[in-house]
């Protein structure tokens, strides 16, 4: 089997993402791991 393949179907999700357009806002969270702890930062 072709190990590209297999690698996309292991990362393959089938979410469906919102349309966004130019001029719109949206605001990505990101999960910081430090040390021991954990946080949600939204930019």
Known sequence: MD???VAEQAFATNKQ???FFPGDTITVAYRIKEGN???I???
């Open 3 to 5: 190990l590209i393949k």
């Open 37 to 39: 702890k954990e946080r």
């Open 17 to 19: 993402h919102p349309q």
């Open 41 to 43: 930062q939204s930019r």
